[in-house]
Each structure stands twice: as C-alpha cells, then as structure tokens.
C-alpha cells in the first residue's frame, strides 16, 4: 500500500488530506502530519489579534477531521528530510525529551504554510509582533490590552508595519473591536506602507476606498513611508524620523520557513521551493509542494501569490493527480484561475474585486 505524507494542515495541506482520504483512502495510506493539534483558518489571524474571535471555538480538531475522511494524523512537527531513505524525522511525541520519530513515505506533500519576513530591518526581529499562528496573534492580543492597562491616560500607539491586506485588515478590525475602549483610552494606530498606494496588488481605486474608510475610522495612514528601524518603544522611519510604538506589528512581507531551505530542494530567494506545473520539486520526483511554501511560476504570467486561493486550488489539483496517477501516464499540469480578492475592513465593510470565471495563471 502506497503511503502519501502531507506535512502541514493549513488552507492547502488539511483540504488535500481531506479529499485524497474521501477519495484514495481506501488503497492508500494517507497520513497528515502538522505541529498542532488542530487547524485554524489563516486569513482570521487578525480577529484573534484584535479579540473579535476565539480561536479555541473555531478551530477544527485533525484527530476528529481525520477520522472522519479516511487519513490518519500524526501531531509533530518535521526537522528534517533523508530522500534516500525516503523517510522524514519528526520531533518527540507530546513534544516531550523522548527520541525522535521517522515516517517512511512514497510520496511527500509540503504545505508548510510561510513566516513573516524582516528583511534584514535592524531590531524588526526582536521588538515587533507577527501573525503567522494563532500564537503570535494572541501574543498579540495579551501585549495590547496590557499596553492599554499600562498607559492610563497616556495614548497607546500602535504602528502596522506593511500595508497589504494583512496590514490593512488588522487595522480596520482593531480600530472596531476597540471602540468601546477608545472612548476611555487614545489608541492610536498607524499604518507604514513603503509604496505610493496601501494594498499595491490591487487595482488603485480599491485600495483608495481602503485608505479613506481606515482614515473615516480614525488610522493613520502613512504611504510612501520605509520603516529603517525598529525599537522596543518606536519605529525609525528612513528620513530618521522616530514614531512612538509600544507594539509594533510586522506585516510587511513572507517567506517560506527556514526548514526549506534546509531540506536539499531547490529553492529561490523566499526558500520557497521551485515546483514544475505538476507541483513536483525541480529536486524530486516523489516530493511535491504547495501553496505558501511553494513557488509555481506561470511561463506567461509569473509567480502564484500567497494566497489562499492558490493553496485551495493546488489542493483540488493535487488531490486529483495523486489519487489517479498511474505510471507511464503524462502528468496533468496545475493551472491557477484568479477570483479576485476582498479584504475585509471589519465587520461592515469590505473592498475588493471578484472575477466570475477567474483569470488563468
Ligand atoms: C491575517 C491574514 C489574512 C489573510 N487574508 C487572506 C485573504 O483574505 N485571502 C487569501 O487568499 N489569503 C489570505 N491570507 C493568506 C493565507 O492565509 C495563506 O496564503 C494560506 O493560509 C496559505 O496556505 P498554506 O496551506 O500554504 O499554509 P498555512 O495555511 O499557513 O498552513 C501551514 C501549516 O503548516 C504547519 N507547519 C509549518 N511548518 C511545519 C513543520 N515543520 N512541521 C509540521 N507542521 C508545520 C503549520 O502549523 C500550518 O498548519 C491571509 C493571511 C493572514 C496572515
């Protein structure tokens, strides 16, 4: 029986699991391996960080989703990779000192998701917040109510370092959530973009409706504004101008986890591993990649974005090619369709443009 190991159960890696188990469990052993107990959906980041959402009632059980479609679950999380052995390690179970574990696999998926990016900004790293787990984003949550307690009738600033959805999103909800609040305390929050316009992917007039109704909610919006360093207390913008922060959230970029880079594949500058339009690594026959951590470049129209669209479609993709793959069969080619995007501007109001029949990537 053929074994297909999916690390990561994400908005890519749980739906491949998902519909490979409905659909190939019964001939092959499809085993979804992710650090954490249970997923939670991304793009809601920013209402755990802003307390509009409870993490624990929306997140969906493996154990539970894996029992009822056919695959298995295994909670750990991957270090490394031995493609001779065709085996990879995975830390102690209940992450504990014990020894770790190695899975034997005939076809490995990884849908590792991305990390925030730094770019190297002096002391971004270890001063500002991110949002790439419901970890960070209650981090998030626990520093800014603390900060507002600690304040009293001092403001508290908040400075949102990138001006894309992530960015733009978290602004707009925390500006909502805490309206209650800011009738007692002055929260002011501020939104860095380094380029010309907020939300740069998207068509221009959106992103002015975006940068008007997080003004009408009292943001600061600061376009064309490069943040050159970052304090435990302010950031420094690149004209040397010092802007008071006691939190600062980086939303200014992402890269694929360090663990790529690591593994032996090909990757590019973001260690996002180099697939072909079968998904495969350039690197590996048996080793596929998809969504954040992956990079699918369309001869014609480029790089996929990191989005959840595109990890969706790819698992859709990937569940058909690996359920039907039969040797000496051409492989079938992913091709990513764009529906548009909306970014929510909290809980009544949103921009975006969506397509019908999508574009093809
Ligand atoms: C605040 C916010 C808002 C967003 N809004 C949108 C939006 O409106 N529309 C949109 O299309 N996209 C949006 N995105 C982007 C979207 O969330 C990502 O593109 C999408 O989640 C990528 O899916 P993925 O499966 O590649 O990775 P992820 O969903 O990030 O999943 C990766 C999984 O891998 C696991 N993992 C990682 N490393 C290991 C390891 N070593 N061992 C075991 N497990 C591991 C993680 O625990 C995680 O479960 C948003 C993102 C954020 C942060």
């Given at each position: 029986m053929e074994t297909i190991v999916i690390v990561g159960g994400g908005a890519g890696g749980l739906e491949l699991a998902t519909r490979l188990g409905n659909i190939a469990g019964a001939h092959s052993r499809v085993v979804l391996v992710d650090r954490w107990p249970g997923h939670f959906w991304k793009p809601l980041l920013h209402t755990v960080a802003s307390g509009s959402c409870d993490p624990q009632a929306d997140e969906l059980s493996f154990s539970t989703q894996a029992s009822e479609h056919g695959f298995e679950f295994i909670q750990g999380e991957m270090l490394c990779l031995d493609r001779t052995q065709q085996t990879i390690t995975l830390s102690p179970q209940d992450g504990g000192d014990g020894a770790c574990r190695v899975l034997g696999y005939d076809k490995l998926v990884?849908?590792?998701?991305?990390?925030?990016?730094?770019?190297?900004?002096?002391?971004?790293?270890?001063?500002?917040?991110?949002?790439?787990?419901?970890?960070?984003?209650?981090?998030?949550?626990?520093?800014?109510f603390a900060a507002c307690h600690q304040a009293g009738n001092s403001p508290v600033n908040v400075a949102i370092v990138g001006g894309g959805a992530t960015g733009v999103e978290l602004a707009a909800e925390l500006s909502n959530s805490t309206r209650a609040l800011a009738l007692l305390q002055n929260i002011r929050i501020t939104v860095m973009e380094r380029g010309a316009g907020l939300l740069p992917h998207m068509d221009g007039i959106q992103a002015q409706r975006a940068e008007r109704h997080l003004r009408s909610l009292g943001v600061a919006v600061r376009t064309a504004t490069s943040v050159a360093a970052v304090h435990a207390d302010a950031v420094t913008d690149?004209?040397?101008?010092?802007?008071?922060?006691?939190?600062?959230?980086?939303?200014?970029?992402?890269?694929?986890?360090?663990?790529?880079?690591?593994?032996?594949?090909?990757?590019?500058?973001?260690?996002?591993?180099?697939?072909?339009?079968?998904?495969?690594?350039?690197?590996?026959?048996?080793?596929?990649?998809?969504?954040?951590?992956?990079n699918y470049v369309c001869p014609v129209k480029g790089a996929a974005p990191p989005r959840a669209q595109v990890a969706h479609q790819q698992a859709m993709f990937l569940a058909g090619a690996l359920a039907g793959a039969s040797d000496g069969e051409a492989p079938a080619l992913f091709h990513y369709h764009d529906y548009g995007s909306l970014i929510s501007l909290g809980p009544q109001a949103a921009v975006g443009v969506l397509t019908r029949a999508g574009s093809g990537l």
């Open positions: 990884l849908a590792l998701g991305s990390v925030t990016s730094f770019y190297g900004v002096p002391g971004a790293q270890e001063h500002a917040l991110t949002l790439d787990s419901v970890a960070d984003a209650e981090a998030f949550r626990h520093r800014f690149s004209h040397g101008q010092r802007h008071p922060a006691q939190l600062t959230l980086w939303a200014a970029g992402v890269q694929a986890p360090p663990l790529c880079a690591r593994l032996g594949l090909s990757v590019n500058h973001q260690q996002k591993i180099l697939v072909d339009a079968g998904l495969r690594s350039f690197s590996d026959a048996r080793i596929y990649a998809l969504g954040d951590c992956a």
